[in-house]
């Protein structure tokens, strides 16, 4: 999977690089408008990180272009402004997906992923770990083909914990991507979630894939 | 105390002590004056006596009129000064004493001397100077009163363009970004307020304007470096030797850094709705959006073992911008579920009366006027960024919808009125 870093704060396009090549994809970067110009033409991305304000040129440019060649790259905006109307025109220009700064790297790496998966979309809307698959396109979960039953909130739980499987995830990180950002705080109601998910889980035979690590967070691993 | 008032304060006091001062003035001089021409009266008479002796030799017969007594004394004193006297005859008819001048001097008669004393009444004189005084006191007064009268009317339409300005000064919101209608006049003053007045509420609009510009690109210019650090600590996380102390400073350094990243998109979306950038206005179901944003919450309200209670009038719509009233909602929804106890409950309201939000809690430490303001919280609420409410005030505020927020009965309640 080849993704495109466009975003000219040198520390921030490495952080995800570094976060997104351990999930396994291969990223290039580019620092400004040109030079994205340039790798949008001659590469064909999975998916292209966007920032809109670049120094040298309106990001929204980038998206004309690649809509303008018939490219079929997965856009997710990111951007500074959380405006509505940056996000109305990126979405309306054909970008998938929008995300404010500041934003954690697992929210990232998920909405990544899900735009990925429209993208491929033939046949390949089942996630499979192990026992445990998941049909993304009728939201349905199965332990060794024995249907689980999951509230919407657990079953986006565990779609989070599957797309950054291995890696460590705040608990502000998942309230954030299940609640929005304004529950704020405290966040030990996620255990009652995480508790929920894995009772179910575990109820089917499942292993308990869901490992609570240094208390600040959960790893989903095997 | 009113221009006016304090200018009459002074005016009326003044006027009035000149007018006493010059109308007894106005009186000893018209006294004397005509005194004056009683004496001349009085010498004429004299001389006319003189004359009548020079001329027959004998004395003109003494004479006793009402208005007029002439007699004759004999005495002997071949030496006396002419002498003008007041002196109060008692008249028996009418039964009161007359004021009456009096002239005293010596005349001779065929060697004999005689003091001739010729009385003339005043009262008439007296009369005259009192009536005279009186029409004059009565025509100042009745000049004082419509002076004043007339005072009242012309000033304050005089005073209706400095009015008009500061009726407009005071209806002046900056934030609402009304312009003032300042009424032309000829008065020079005045124009020179309204002038003022203009220029400064240009400047005014202007700075504000650029201040809030500067605060909306401060903002925006945060959430990069924000980005930064809170992406670092999540990778820093990754790690797979941490020791616990370790994990404690990266979670307060993580901490730190969400909290100022709510904070600052707080301000931000105080300083957007303040900017006017979410102006369109549209008549949205606010039913519909008040149901489906509580459905979301119910898992969440729920893993904190919060019940909510709903009574939900069916297609309640009002004019408001979609986006402003899912963060109106959210922040009163939100603010009730985290401002609660494992056990509590919440209950929401939407009817004629508006929309209702009470939940269980804690009572407030600081008074329930301040909580709407920017950054004041109940220090109970530790992880509070303390905007939430002041975020629901600024919306309200826009769209003069009437909210307030008490502590009764051991409950929160957060009341909006949509007039």
């Given at each position: 999977?080849k993704?495109l870093?466009i975003?000219?704060?040198k520390?921030?396009?490495?952080?995800?690089?570094?976060?997104?090549?351990?999930q396994?994809?291969?990223?290039?970067?580019?620092?400004?408008?040109h030079?994205?110009?340039?790798?949008?033409?001659?590469?064909?991305?999975d998916?292209?990180?966007?920032?809109?304000?670049?120094?040298?040129?309106?990001?929204?440019?980038?998206l004309e272009q690649?809509?303008?060649?018939?490219?079929?790259?997965?856009?997710?905006?990111i951007?500074?402004?959380?405006s509505?109307?940056?996000k109305i025109?990126?979405?309306?220009?054909?970008?998938?997906?929008?995300?404010?700064?500041p934003f954690?790297?697992?929210?990232?790496?998920?909405r990544?992923a899900?735009?990925?998966?429209?993208?491929?979309?033939?046949?390949?809307?089942?996630?499979q770990f192990?026992n445990?698959?998941?049909?993304?396109q009728?939201k349905?979960?199965t332990v060794a083909?024995?249907?689980?039953?999951?509230?919407?909130?657990e079953?986006e739980?565990?779609?989070?914990f599957?797309?950054?499987k291995?890696?460590?995830v705040?608990k502000e990180?998942?309230a954030?991507?299940?609640?929005?950002n304004?529950?704020?705080?405290?966040f030990?109601?996620?255990?009652?979630?995480?508790k929920?998910l894995?009772?179910?889980?575990m109820?089917?035979?499942?292993?308990?894939y869901?490992?609570?690590?240094?208390?600040?967070g959960?790893?989903?691993?095997? | 105390?009113?221009?006016?008032?304090?200018?009459?304060?002074v005016?009326?006091?003044?006027?009035?002590?000149?007018?006493?001062i010059?109308s007894?003035?106005?009186?000893?001089?018209?006294?004397?004056?005509?005194?004056?021409?009683?004496?001349?009266?009085l010498q004429?008479?004299?001389?006319?006596i003189?004359?009548?002796v020079?001329?027959?030799g004998?004395l003109?017969e003494a004479?006793n009129?009402k208005d007029?007594?002439?007699?004759?004394?004999?005495?002997?004193?071949?030496?006396?000064?002419?002498?003008?006297?007041?002196?109060?005859?008692?008249?028996?008819?009418e039964d009161e004493?007359e004021?009456?001048?009096?002239?005293?001097?010596?005349?001779?008669?065929?060697?004999?001397?005689?003091i001739?004393?010729i009385?003339?009444?005043?009262?008439?004189?007296?009369?005259?100077?009192?009536?005279?005084?009186?029409i004059?006191?009565?025509v100042?007064a009745?000049l004082?009163?419509?002076?004043f009268?007339?005072n009242r009317?012309?000033?304050?339409?005089l005073?209706?363009?400095?009015?008009?300005?500061?009726?407009?000064l005071?209806?002046?919101n900056?934030?609402?970004k009304?312009?003032?209608?300042?009424?032309?006049?000829d008065?020079?003053?005045?124009?020179?307020?309204?002038?003022?007045?203009?220029l400064?509420?240009?400047?005014?609009?202007?700075d504000?304007?650029s201040?809030?510009?500067f605060?909306e690109?401060?903002?925006?210019?945060?959430?990069t470096?924000?980005?930064?650090i809170?992406n670092?600590?999540?990778?820093?996380?990754?790690?797979?030797?941490l020791?616990?102390?370790q994990?404690?400073?990266?979670?307060s350094?993580?901490?730190?850094?969400?909290r100022?990243?709510?904070m600052?998109q707080?301000l931000?979306?105080?300083?957007?709705?303040?900017?006017?950038?979410f102006?369109?206005?549209?008549?949205?179901?606010?039913?519909?959006?008040l149901?489906?944003y509580?459905e979301?919450?119910?898992?969440?309200?729920?893993?904190?073992?919060?019940?909510?209670?709903?009574?939900i009038a069916?297609?309640?719509?009002?004019d408001?911008?979609?986006?402003?009233a899912?963060?109106?909602?959210s922040?009163?929804?939100?603010?009730?579920?985290k401002?609660?106890?494992?056990?509590g409950?919440?209950?929401?309201?939407?009817?004629?009366?508006g929309?209702?939000?009470?939940n269980?809690?804690?009572?407030p430490?600081?008074?329930?006027?301040?909580?709407?303001?920017?950054?004041?919280?109940?220090s109970?609420?530790?992880?509070?960024?303390g905007?939430?409410?002041?975020i629901?005030?600024t919306?309200?505020?826009?769209y003069?919808?009437d909210v307030s927020?008490?502590?009764?009965?051991?409950?929160?309640?957060?009341?909006?009125?949509?007039?």
């Amino acid at each position: 999977m080849k993704i495109l870093i466009i975003e000219d704060e040198k520390a921030l396009s490495e952080s995800i690089a570094e976060y997104l090549a351990k999930q396994e994809y291969h990223c290039d970067i580019a620092e400004n408008f040109h030079d994205a110009i340039r790798k949008v033409e001659y590469n064909d991305y999975d998916c292209v990180l966007l920032d809109i304000t670049l120094p040298d040129g309106d990001g929204l440019k980038i998206l004309e272009q690649l809509k303008e060649d018939k490219k079929t790259d997965g856009v997710l905006i990111i951007s500074a402004k959380n405006s509505l109307d940056d996000k109305i025109r990126g979405l309306n220009l054909g970008a998938d997906d929008y995300l404010p700064k500041p934003f954690h790297l697992s929210e990232l790496n998920a909405r990544i992923a899900a735009i990925i998966r429209r993208k491929n979309f033939d046949g390949k809307s089942i996630i499979q770990f192990n026992n445990l698959s998941i049909d993304t396109q009728s939201k349905m979960v199965t332990v060794a083909n024995n249907p689980v039953e999951l509230t919407k909130k657990e079953y986006e739980l565990l779609l989070y914990f599957i797309s950054n499987k291995k890696r460590l995830v705040s608990k502000e990180a998942i309230a954030e991507h299940l609640w929005g950002n304004d529950v704020g705080g405290n966040f030990d109601f996620i255990y009652t979630h995480i508790k929920n998910l894995r009772k179910k889980l575990m109820d089917k035979g499942e292993v308990d894939y869901i490992k609570s690590v240094y208390g600040m967070g959960y790893k989903f691993s095997d | 105390m009113k221009l006016i008032a304090k200018y009459n304060r002074v005016n009326i006091p003044i006027t009035i002590g000149i007018l006493l001062i010059s109308s007894i003035a106005y009186y000893f001089i018209l006294h004397i004056v005509l005194l004056n021409q009683v004496d001349n009266d009085l010498q004429i008479e004299k001389q006319e006596i003189i004359h009548y002796v020079n001329e027959k030799g004998i004395l003109q017969e003494a004479s006793n009129y009402k208005d007029q007594q002439i007699e004759f004394t004999p005495t002997s004193l071949t030496h006396f000064e002419t002498k003008l006297t007041n002196e109060n005859i008692y008249n028996k008819i009418e039964d009161e004493s007359e004021p009456f001048r009096r002239i005293d001097f010596l005349i001779k008669e065929n060697g004999n001397y005689y003091i001739a004393t010729i009385n003339k009444s005043v009262q008439e004189t007296e009369d005259i100077v009192r009536l005279i005084l009186m029409i004059t006191l009565l025509v100042i007064a009745v000049l004082l009163l419509i002076l004043f009268i007339t005072n009242r009317f012309v000033l304050s339409k005089l005073w209706k363009p400095f009015n008009n300005t500061l009726e407009q000064l005071k209806q002046f919101n900056l934030s609402a970004k009304n312009k003032i209608l300042l009424q032309p006049t000829d008065v020079d003053e005045f124009k020179e307020l309204n002038a003022t007045t203009f220029l400064m509420i240009q400047k005014v609009s202007s700075d504000y304007e650029s201040l809030k510009r500067f605060t909306e690109n401060a903002s925006h210019e945060i959430q990069t470096p924000l980005a930064i650090i809170k992406n670092k600590i999540e990778l820093l996380l990754q790690s797979e030797n941490l020791d616990g102390a370790q994990i404690n400073v990266i979670q307060s350094l993580n901490d730190a850094a969400s909290r100022l990243s709510r904070m600052n998109q707080s301000l931000l979306l105080l300083t957007k709705i303040e900017n006017s950038q979410f102006d369109n206005t549209e008549r949205i179901n606010f039913s519909f959006i008040l149901t489906r944003y509580i459905e979301n919450l119910e898992e969440l309200a729920s893993a904190k073992d919060i019940t909510i209670v709903k009574n939900i009038a069916n297609d309640f719509f009002i004019d408001l911008n979609e986006s402003l009233a899912e963060i109106l909602i959210s922040n009163v929804v939100v603010n009730a579920i985290k401002h609660n106890y494992p056990g509590g409950n919440i209950k929401i309201d939407l009817g004629a009366n508006g929309l209702s939000v009470s939940n269980t809690g804690t009572a407030p430490k600081i008074k329930t006027s301040e909580l709407f303001e920017r950054f004041k919280k109940d220090s109970a609420s530790g992880d509070s960024i303390g905007l939430g409410l002041s975020i629901v005030k600024t919306i309200c505020d826009k769209y003069d919808f009437d909210v307030s927020y008490n502590f009764i009965e051991e409950r929160h309640v957060v009341k909006i009125a949509f007039i």
